[in-house]
Structures are given as C-alpha cells and as structure tokens.
C-alpha cells in the first residue's frame, strides 16, 4: 500500500523548535517530490514547503522562509521539515503529500498523510 | 487572503448540480494545471481532479473539471450526502515561486 506517515508533531512553545518527519512506504521515494503542507484549525489548505526527488531544488512560502528547513534521506525513505522559531500561527496540521507531473506547473498531489498536529503555545 | 479565490459555501439537494469555481491569474491557473482535492471531516485531502480535468482512478465521473483562462471549476452531478465536505482547487504560481490553493468551499447537500 502506498503511504505516507507523518510524526513528529505536539505542544511547543513559541520561539521553540521542532522537527516533522513523513515515513513514506509502498513505493520508490527517492523517484518523487514531495510537499509539506499545513491547515491550521478551521482554515484551509496552506502550501508550505517543496522539495525535489534529489534534494536539489526547494522552495518555502514566505510565510516560513528562514525558519523552516525541508529535507529528505531517501535511503531511509524519509522526509523532514526542521521548524524553528515558532510563533503562534505555525499551529497547524501538517501534511506530507506525494508530487506527481512533470514540472511544477503542471503538479498535483496524489497521496497525502494521515497529518500530525503542532501546537505552538 | 488566499491567491485563488473560491466561495466560501454551496447547497444543493441530493441529486442535483453542483458547481465550484476557482478564480486565479495568468502565474497560476492562466498557464498552470489546476488540481481539486476533496476533504471530509477530520480526515486529510484526497486527490479529485488533476491536470484541469483529469480524474484518477477510483474517482466516479460524477466529478468534472475545466479551465478557461485564469479560472477553474469543479462539477459535481447527482450528489450525495457523502459528497458534504471541503473541496480545494490548488496549482503552482510561477511568479510567487509557490503552491497556492483556494480558501475552500464547503459543499452542503441539503
């Protein structure tokens, strides 16, 4: 079955850091991209973060640029997202989602994991 | 404030149409594919719609979607209760270097 497990998430205060992972199962991860995700409580969806297959290229919405750090070891299958400096609109559920398409451009996110949720309080 | 616009709330009676609009400019959904994802309660986004108007498997025809310049929209036909959920249009904006999504419209079969 593909999967993508995500842990790593609870209660931090702000100013504090944490470290996300996403456990991916079923397929091959180091052939894919990957998005990090994040809905606060009672809000919608919010891209935060993309990484390439290799690592190579990366991108961060503004809103976590300079704080959060995406990573992979794809011979662990895992992926990571470092968050320091929280403040209190960083609690969310965050989702590690599987890319597919060719480019950017024409991308989409097929599979999605079950979420974990941080709280920064 | 989001960058693709969708409004907040629809209705309709089981069986009926349903259309979701997504609103956007010429760095996303004017020359980016367009994706709709769908979110029932207390669980995570599931993949509807892909390239503007593809489903994947195991998505019943039920669902459709188009793109005509900057904006997308999502049909559904013959709804059911179980359609009740929050449904995202999402793409990649070329100038933010960036995913954007919609707000979200919740669907409400009366």
């Known amino acids: 079955e593909v999967q993508l497990v995500e842990s790593g998430g609870g209660l931090i205060q702000p100013g504090g850091s944490l470290r996300l992972s996403c456990a991916a199962s079923g397929f091959t991860f180091s052939r894919y991209s990957i998005n990090w995700v994040r809905q606060a409580p009672g809000k919608g969806l919010e891209w935060v973060s993309y990484?390439?297959?290799?690592?190579?290229?990366?991108y961060y919405a503004d809103s976590v640029k300079g704080r959060f750090t995406i990573s992979r070891d794809n011979a662990k299958n895992s992926l990571y997202l470092q968050m320091n400096s929280l403040r209190g609109e960083d609690t969310a559920v965050y989702y590690c989602a599987r890319v597919r398409g060719v480019a950017l451009l024409v991308s989409y996110m097929d599979v999605w994991g079950q979420g974990t949720t941080v709280t920064v309080s | 404030q989001s960058v693709l616009t969708q409004p907040p709330s629809v209705s309709a009676a089981p069986g009926q149409k349903v259309t979701i609009s997504c609103s956007g400019s010429n760095s996303n959904i004017g020359n980016n594919y367009v994706s709709w994802y769908q979110q029932l309660p207390g669980t995570a986004p599931k993949l509807l719609i892909y390239d503007n108007n593809q489903r994947p498997s195991g998505i019943p025809d039920r669902f459709s979607g188009s793109k005509s310049g900057t904006s997308a929209t999502l049909g559904i036909t013959g709804l059911q209760t179980g359609d009740e959920a929050d449904y995202y249009c999402?793409?990649?904006?070329?100038?933010?270097?960036?995913?954007?999504f919609g707000g979200g419209t919740k669907l409400t079969v009366l």
């Open positions: 990484i390439t297959s290799s690592g190579s290229t990366i």
């Open positions: 999402g793409t990649w904006d070329s100038s933010l270097s960036a995913g954007v």
